[in-house]
């Protein structure tokens, strides 16, 4: 696993955007999978988007599908994830995490306790 901090997050009304980074503390290829689950308030935490960190394939969970679109930078260590036509259900918490690529794609989150402090995203009508 990697180590991460993540940003970007903020206050956007319905139908914008907003683009959150995750720095991480070395070699983004150390892993195979570099992703971004969410949480919302009284709901479980879900897989949002990864990225292959080999060969940069993508994966997306149906709901953001045409809407986000996660991109990294190996030369800095970084994964991004850029979101356009935000909607009121994407409010949660956002957090970044690098590891296993069955977390996104069998929607197995890690149970361990090695999350961030998270990046809130608010989306407001």
């Known amino acids: 696993q990697v180590q991460v901090v993540e940003s970007g997050g903020g206050s956007v009304q319905a139908g914008g955007s907003l683009r959150l980074s995750c720095a991480a503390s070395g070699s983004i290829y150390r892993v195979n999978c570099m992703g971004w689950f969410r949480q919302a308030p009284g709901k479980e935490r879900e897989g949002v988007a990864a990225i292959y960190t080999g060969g940069g394939a993508t994966y997306y969970t149906d709901s953001v599908k045409g809407r986000f679109t996660i991109f990294q930078d190996h030369a800095n260590n970084t994964v991004y994830l850029q979101m356009d036509s935000l909607n009121l259900e994407d409010t949660a918490m956002y957090y970044c995490?690098?590891?296993?690529?069955?977390?996104?794609?069998?929607?197995?989150?890690?149970?361990?306790?090695?999350w961030g402090q998270g990046t809130q995203v608010t989306v407001s009508s």
């Open positions: 995490r690098g590891g296993g690529c069955e977390w996104w794609l069998k929607a197995q989150p890690p149970m361990d306790n090695d």
